[in-house]
Nanobody, 128 residues
């Protein structure tokens, strides 16, 4: 079992920045696919950014490319999401997810069904 705990959410004005953190309860340093998802009220949960730990490969949704950066600190077993140039449409609950895949995430990174471990979420609110 892997427990994931997110932190770093908050309220910011448009154009501002936040950094989300996701601490894993145990070592996820090989062949894990990890990702950040978000869910706004009344909308489906969508993949925002993904990270294949085994190959240090990153994936991004088109809506956040150039603004968000996903990274990982192996020593701390912590996944990050640096969010810059935030927009009101980025307002959502953000969730961290993980799964041992044994291979690169590839096109599966943004599918909810890829992941079997989820955090409780952290709220991000961006005001105009």
């Amino acid at each position: 079992q892997v427990q994931l705990v997110e932190s770093g959410g908050g309220s910011v004005q448009a154009g501002g920045s936040l950094r989300l953190s996701c601490a894993a309860s145990r070592n996820t340093n090989s062949d894990y696919c990890m990702a950040w998802f978000r869910q706004a009220p009344g909308k489906e949960r969508e993949g925002v950014a993904g990270f294949y730990v085994g190959g240090v490969t990153t994936y991004y949704a088109d809506s956040v490319k150039g603004r968000f950066t996903i990274s990982r600190d192996n020593a701390k077993n912590t996944l990050y999401l640096q969010m810059n140039s935030l927009k009101p449409e980025d307002t959502a609950m953000y969730y961290c997810a993980a799964a041992w895949t044994g291979r690169a995430c590839g096109g599966f990174w943004s599918l909810r069904s890829t992941y079997n471990y989820w955090g409780q979420g952290t709220q991000v609110t961006v005001s105009s």
